[in-house]
Structures are given as C-alpha cells and as structure tokens.
C-alpha cells in the first residue's frame, strides 16, 4: 500500500487588526507603494496569492475582480470558487488605489502591484525591505529600529 498523507499543519488562531492599528500601520509606511499594498490587504481580505494576482484591468466600478493566484510564480484558480466573486472597494482604499495608478503611469492592464520588471512583485521582498523596518518603532525613542542610537 502507498504512504498516509502527511499530516496538515495544525490550525491557528487567526487575528483582525482593528482600524485605528490598520491606520497606524499605513501612516508608518513612509513608501506610497508598502502603504497601498497594506491598505489592499487589510481593506480586502484578499489572500496573499491574491493580492499579486490583482490587475488593473480587474479594477473598475469600485470593486477589485479576482480571477487567478499567484504562488511562486505559478498562476492558478483562487484558492475557492467564492474567492471569485467581485470585492467591493471601500472609498478610502479606492482614493490610495487611484493615487497609486497614478504614480504608476495610468496603466490600463498588468499587476496592481508590480515588480521592475512589471511582473507581480513578491510580498516576502515588500515586507522585509519596507514593511516591518518601518513598522519595527521603538516605544522609548519611537524610531525605527535602524535609525535607533540605543540598544
């Protein structure tokens, strides 16, 4: 007979920051393009495999359309059939959409959220580079911990 399964990762408790600590977040981001991507994560819900999949073209009449995910590299389906269905875009997450598309180009098509070279960009690269330095602040100093002068 063939090998059991392995055994599926134990289930964790999950968390929902509230909307003043959402905010506090997006303010410390000192880059427009951390701080949009924040905002679409937080004001969504997409997935992580989502949010690098959503396209401008997708974009349109205040709701974000989500037809693929991207793990890795590779593009497939959203992780369930109702992560398909159209996400409503709230007004303050519609203005830091319309500001980042401009700061973008005004392009039509491609990744929301793109790389140098126009491909999706990868997360893990966003928030060890921007996200988390940022968000990193000291409550004795409050600067970040690079721009710190103490240990």
């Not at 389906?77 to 700061?103: F, N």
Request: aromatic residues 4%; contains cysteine.
């Amino acid at each position: 007979m063939g090998e059991d399964p392995p055994a599926a990762r134990p289930k964790s408790e999950t968390h929902a920051y509230s909307l003043d600590e959402i905010m506090t977040m997006i303010d410390a981001l000192g880059d427009p393009f951390a701080a949009t991507l924040i905002g679409t994560a937080a004001f969504t819900g997409a997935r992580r495999r989502e949010l690098r999949a959503m396209r401008w073209d997708g974009y349109r009449n205040q709701e974000i359309m989500v037809s693929s995910s991207i793990w890795h590299g590779i593009e497939t389906d959203p992780k369930t059939e109702k992560s398909k269905a159209p996400i409503p875009v709230i007004p303050r997450l519609a203005k830091m959409l319309e500001a980042h598309r401009v700061r973008m180009g005004n392009p039509i098509g491609g990744p929301i959220f793109p790389n140098g070279n126009g491909k999706p960009i990868c997360l893990d690269a966003v928030a060890r580079r921007m996200i988390i330095p940022a968000l990193n602040v000291c409550g004795v100093c409050s600067r970040t911990e690079s721009d710190q002068g103490h240990p």
